[in-house]
């Protein structure tokens, strides 16, 4: 029993340690031309966070980063992917709240939400940082004022890595 229970805990121990992969999706940019996301990996690395426009820690954390991004890359080179999961019917005003923000970001319309899925976020905001390779390195969901440190301090550490 004692044996089992060693091998089990080994075998947790091994599959957390194998990254998940950010998945190959279709999904809409901003002028409206369906891209890959295997696109976006593989120069640098990427905060990709998930907004709605009903969703005000969204915004708020996407602002918050956006009001950094000129220091924060000062530290690292990297991009920043807003991926919005609003449907079909709300395309347009999400496409005209992602403009009028003005964020300094690449901004995805996940319009079947192809890549939420797949990516299995089930609340906004939640942000991930991919290194290169495209591994999804770290997560994190919710937003409270200060949280968006964490994602720029492992984009850092990513990138002494790299």
Known sequence: MKNLFSLLCCVMVYC???AQSLP???VENADGEVISTSSLTGSKPLIISYWSIACKPCLQELNAINDQLEEWREKADF???AVSIDDVRLRATAKA???AMDWDFICLFDINQSLKRAMNVSQTPQSF?????GNIVFSHSGYTPGSEQLLIDKVIEISKKE
């Open 97 to 99: 709240r992602a403009a």
């Open 24 to 26: 190959n999706v279709r």
């Open 16 to 18: 957390g340690a194998t």
């Open 79 to 81: 991009d920043v992917v």
């Open 129 to 133: 940082v991919v290194d290169t390779a």
